[in-house]
T-cell receptor
Framework: NAGVTQTPKFRVLKTGQSMTLLCAQD?????MYWYRQDPGMGLRLIHY???????AKGEVPDGYNVSRLKKQNFLLGLESAAPSQTSVYFC??????????????FGPGTRLLVL | AQSVTQLGSHVSVSEGALVLLRCNYS??????LFWYVQYPNQGLQLLLK??????LVKGINGFEAEFKKSETSFHLTKPSAHMSDAAEYFC????????????FGTGTSLTVIP
């Protein structure tokens, strides 16, 4: 049982390049989330999904797109990377059956540097 | 809108001393509150959570937190700090009626001095 995994662990991009971050969970969770973590700002929600085929915007969605074609996977895309997107990206998931008291389980993070 | 405030972005304590990390929230409805810990270069792990069952919540690694509605606080404590407690700590709130989101504080970095 791997929990939440993220690929890649680290990536360097040039401004304008595109890339996709993959999040996978093996806990059969309905809800999945993408956050970015920046110094002094905590974690901010980018997009989330409440089930296969659904996505919704979070607090800072601009410049990102997501897809949830399979229940276990949640992809985060950067169409045209900008230096402001240099950050650490975390994926999280929760069951979705226990309401708002449920714990979110986090992946190990992806460090992205945009030059 | 709900929010979480963590007072003190950096806290230093001596090994064996009391750890106190502060968290205040704003919410118009009873919230669910969480403390997460992040060790260097790792993801977040749940320390404990408040779900209205009991105001004093005990978590892993000897940590506990007390929900005080009158003070809108959920401070994290540990009686005796250990070197292994050095990490970043995040308070978060989840609230019914706000969609499906967590709202995190900005984090407190704990340093333990030998």
């Amino acid at each position: 049982n791997a929990g939440v995994t993220q690929t890649p662990k680290f990536r360097v991009l040039k401004t304008g390049q595109s890339m996709t971050l993959l999040c996978a969970q093996d806990m059969n969770h309905e809800y999945m989330y993408w956050y970015r973590q920046d110094p002094g700002m905590g974690l901010r929600l980018i997009h989330y999904s409440v089930g296969e085929g659904t996505t919704a915007k979070g607090e800072v969605p601009d410049g990102y797109n997501v897809s949830r074609l399979k229940k276990q996977n949640f992809l985060l895309g950067l169409e045209s990377a900008a230096p402001s997107q240099t950050s650490v990206y975390f994926c999280a998931s929760r069951s979705g059956t226990g309401g708002f008291q449920e714990t979110q389980y986090f992946g190990p993070g992806t460090r992205l540097l945009v030059l | 809108a709900q929010s979480v405030t963590q007072l003190g972005s950096h806290v230093s304590v001596s090994e064996g001393a009391l750890v106190l990390l502060r968290c205040n929230y704003s919410s118009s409805v009873p919230p669910y509150l969480f403390w997460y810990v992040q060790y260097p270069n790792q993801g977040l792990q749940l320390l404990l959570k408040y779900t209205s069952a009991a105001t004093l919540v005990k978590g892993i690694n000897g940590f506990e937190a007390e929900f005080k509605k009158s003070e809108t606080s959920f401070h994290l404590t540990k009686p005796s700090a250990h070197m292994s407690d050095a990490a970043e700590y995040f308070c978060a709130v989840s609230e019914q009626g706000t969609g499906n989101q967590f709202y995190f504080g900005t984090g407190t970095s704990l340093t333990v001095i030998p």
